[in-house]
């Protein structure tokens, strides 16, 4: 017979998996602290929304306090880590990438298939680009790029170096050999990736359940809808390797109040009696990106406004999720004024549901993002229900 969970602890379990509410430590978060995390959450969705902080940075803040960020970029741009479309694009450990490899087989045939892919018509752009990556070692797209290549009328503006670049990399002939400045440096794999990697070959029913299962660990619990979004598998895959993984004991079925559809826990997953967290939370944070699951679990209805016409946005323009011990109990509009050094809170709104202490919770966590980010002060606009308590907060 399945186990019953409450709504409660199903939220707990959720955000105890993701690394949340752990005792507080004295240790500075450093290179074997993000290693763990990037373990235990499988990926570290990628952004290039600068608007307040890139969107990787802002999990491991949530969870680990302040930190910094070139630290974390020793990691990431590490030869532990590489980058592929995961969830979206992602840094990954890079032992995850060869489970990832039917994935740039499809993305393969599609494009040879089609006739009239970018691809077809440019065949000699790509073969030209990896004999340029095998001379040369790894290159941005900025290095590569020549006055023959002209921009495309689209506002971002990629040439046919960076598209063709792009279709190598979703195919793996290139591969991630870290950033500089945000901007990709690609590279054949052979120039940056271990042979022990390269030379992998993971059956395609066997590279399911392995992403699967650690899709469900990084969930604690969840649907098979909420398990298979977290790597962007289809059910058809998905929920095979969720049997194979429920008939071997490393996945437990559960039913779970007001939850339509069946769930699945994983057995190393903790039941906290309690929550303690507090949190400010990307928009891309595995918590809330699948925006069903975060309204299923927490009851928060929540939508990205970035590309909302602005007489549309209901919360404002980059609004981030905050959390309070076991719930989502608001939202802030964030940005980060460099120029000036403040930390601009442009809206802040509470939930029906918010505790009367959601703005006290939620300022000292300010005061920390506004010291983490080297900012000198933080400024609250009237915008938005929790505004006024929350500037009084600041203020005080």
Known sequence: ????????????????????????????????????????????????VNVFERSHYLPVFARLGSYDKAQLDRVTYSPRITEYWAHEASFIPVDTLPLLRWRQQQYRERAEADSDSWFTANRPMTEWLLAELAAKGPMRASEIEHESNTRSGSWWGW???????????????????????????????????????????????????????????????????????????KAVDAVPAIRQLEEAGELLPVTIDGWAKSAWLHRDARLPRRMNATAILSPFDPVVWARSRALRLFDFHYRIEIYTPKPKRVFGYYVLPVLVDDQVVGRVDLKNDRQAGVLRVRAAWAEESAPDETAARLAPVLRQTMQWQGLDSIEVSANGNLAAALASEVAS
């Open 1 to 48: 017979m399945a186990q019953s969970l409450s709504p409660a602890l199903a939220r707990r379990v959720a955000l105890a998996a993701q690394g949340f509410g752990r005792p507080p430590t004295d240790v500075v978060p450093g290179v074997r602290q993000f290693g763990a995390l990037i373990d235990r959450l499988g990926l570290l969705q990628i952004d290039s």
């Open 159 to 233: 040439s046919d170096v960076k598209r063709g670049l792009e279709t190598l990399f979703r195919w793996g002939d290139v591969v991630s050999a870290g950033r500089t400045r945000f901007e990709r440096v690609y590279a054949l794999p052979e120039q940056v990736l271990p042979s022990s990697v390269r030379e992998l070959h993971v059956p395609r029913d066997e590279a399911m359940r392995r992403l699967v299962s650690i899709s469900a660990r990084a969930h604690g619990v969840g649907t098979a809808d909420d398990i298979a979004d977290y790597f962007r598998l």
